[in-house]
């Protein structure tokens, strides 16, 4: 997934990759539910492409609207940042069970449930506001740090976005 850089938006980029990692997850739940070994791949390429996502997030976009809006510390930002810490925690649980050969469908459904809503806000609330408090030029150097291999502290990329 490649931004256009000149008419893509934060909002309708990330909704775009939430809706990418939705379709993986989905993918994960139908395989696994067959067998939970055969699940194991599906699940980590959602769970690398998690990761990747909140790693964009919290590396690139979070502190770039941080220093736009001087909203750091107890606003929407740390509110996500919180969230994230729990869905990997989630993730973390999925990945324990699967390589136990247990069953994780209540655990996955926990993490869909908290995604849905974590979604909801980033793309109604925060994408937007990180929309119209950056110009057109810092969007297209958030998506040329993306598309270009942004390298994470955190490990790097791991889930094909134009690599």
Known sequence: ???????????SYFQEDHERLGNLLKKFRIVSARDIESGRKPFEKFKRGLEQHITWEEEILFPLFE?????????????????????????????????EGQASEDQVDKLIKYLTHHNYKEENMLYAMIDESVSREERQEVFKKINGGFEASSGGCCCGHGH
């Open 1 to 11: 997934m490649k931004a256009k850089m000149q008419e893509d938006t934060i909002k």
């Open 67 to 99: 220093s736009k809006t001087g909203m750091s510390g107890g606003g929407p930002t740390h509110a996500m940042r919180f969230e994230h810490k729990e869905l990997k925690t989630l993730l973390k649980s999925i990945e324990k069970r699967i390589n």
